[in-house]
């Protein structure tokens, strides 16, 4: 991946297999996730270092207990290349890590170069964006560092 598709991903969300860590599981001492599962893109920043970190949001099939969790449709999905079954990005947690690490994950075994499904409609970014922002004005935003 290079970077101008990093910055691209600033204005239009994309969505990336990363074995999402939950934040309760980080809490109870888990380093990696369970389970690798898309997720969205949310933010790309330079830290001091010039490394990358960035900010991802986990889909899930399961209706989250989040008042702002986005659902995508069965269109975006397909469009995308996911399955057709129902999927929401959960708002109320981030994972944080270096990019590219050893949590990025290619689409599928026969394109282990490609790393992203495409870019989330500027919609859904949208309002992904709205669900990150109202979880952090409540304080509920969990944040799991990757690094």
């Not at 204005?11 to 599962?37: F, T, Y």
């Not at 290349?81 to 075994?109: C, H, M, Q």
Request: hydrophobic share 40%; glycine share 6%.
């Amino acid at each position: 991946m290079n970077r101008p598709w990093l910055c691209q991903s600033l204005q239009r969300a994309s969505s990336s297999p990363i074995p999402n860590l939950w934040h309760d599981q980080h809490l109870a001492g888990a380093e990696e996730g369970r389970k690798v599962r898309p997720c969205a893109i949310v933010v790309a920043t330079a830290d001091e270092d010039g490394d990358t970190r960035v900010y991802v949001a986990p889909i899930t099939h399961s209706r989250p207990d989040d008042p702002h969790a986005v659902e995508l449709s069965t269109a975006v999905k397909l469009r995308l290349g996911l399955d057709d079954a129902p999927s929401w990005i959960v708002t109320s947690e981030l994972n944080r890590f270096i990019w590219p690490g050893y949590d990025l994950r290619p689409v599928a075994w026969d394109k282990p170069d490609v790393f992203a499904w495409g870019f989330l409609p500027v919609g859904i970014f949208a309002a992904l964006k709205q669900g990150i922002a109202a979880h952090r004005r409540e304080r509920h935003l969990r944040l799991t560092p990757r690094e």
